[in-house]
């Protein structure tokens, strides 16, 4: 029987990439960071978001692999397996919806943001300007 292959997970990969990119640390770090930190965070929110996309990128692996068994070639499909059946495609398009939601969401939020780029300390910064003083008119 044929294994998933590896490019079931490649949109959580690809978001994993871009939250690493985004705060210069591994996904395993982050994690760590964001489940220490008591208040809710963009960073939080970000890893939470990649983490269910997980979730529904191995459910899709692993319904399709049971449906895969219960469609074998070798395996009469009666009444009891027609319901397991109906019941893995419906799991399927439910985890296909779930991650592509999560992906649409999760990537419309890192397409928004930007690294910072590190002070540079060499160039003084401006000063801000004043505000320009009040015109006063004389009524004598």
Do not use: W
Request: aromatic fraction near 2%; include cysteine; hydrophobic fraction near 45%.
């Amino acid at each position: 029987m044929p294994q998933p292959d590896a490019a079931a997970h490649a949109i959580s990969e690809i978001i994993a990439q871009r939250i690493e990119a985004l705060f210069g640390q591994p996904l395993a770090e982050l994690e760590a960071l964001a489940d220490s930190t008591s208040d809710a965070t963009l960073l939080a929110a970000l890893t939470g978001s990649h983490g269910d996309l997980v979730l529904a990128e191995r459910n899709i692996a692993f319904q399709l692999e049971r449906l895969r068994e219960l469609t074998a070639p070798e395996r009469e499909i009666g009444r009891f397996a027609a319901g397991h059946i109906v019941d893995c495609a419906r799991r399927i398009a439910e985890s296909v919806a779930t991650r592509d939601a999560y992906a649409k969401s999760t990537g419309a939020v890192l397409a928004g943001l930007r690294r910072a780029s590190a002070p540079d300390t060499q160039s003084p910064v401006p000063p801000v300007p004043a505000a320009p003083q009040a015109a006063t008119s004389r009524t004598r």
